[in-house]
């Protein structure tokens, strides 16, 4: 199921509409069909694939018949942990014909990573990346990239983990 849609009560998929107001991004959150817990993968996952579409804003709002406002350095993460998807998503680009195809593609070993997102399996897009042994030198070029892509995507997880920590702890952002 792809980010921002949620399986309703009622059987039908609903999508998290989105839209920018001034400096505040409103989620509307009524269509997915769960109640918003900003905490939870589920809405974690829906909040930054809409920052993603729509970009960083100072406040997000989660709209249902009790709105949710998250703002602050919770606000600055998830903007960050956005800007890590984007990156992750573009580093693809345009994959030649036989590179879409491949099993190997940077575009899913990195989808590998993030389909357990808000906590990427790196080691498991590694897993899947080592058991290939490139046939020629474009192919070598692509998996050294891959590599890369998923060693930063990584170093900023655990940035943004430890930015997470010291707030729970007390010690700020």
Known sequence: MERGRKKKRNGKNGVAEAKM???????????????????????????????????????????????????????????ELSFIDRSASSLSGRPMRRCGSCRHSCDRIVGIAWSTFPTPDFAGARGKLMSFSPSNGVCEVCVQKTYRALDQAELSISEISKRVSAMVDGRGA
Request: hydrophobic fraction near 30%.
């Open 21 to 79: 107001d001034g400096d505040v991004l409103s989620i509307d959150c009524r269509e997915c069909g769960n109640v918003p817990d900003a905490g939870s993968d589920e809405c974690i996952r829906c909040i930054v694939s809409k920052i993603s579409e729509n970009g960083c804003a100072a406040r997000i709002r989660l709209r249902t018949g009790r709105d949710t406002e998250i703002s602050g350095p919770a606000t600055e993460i998830l903007c």
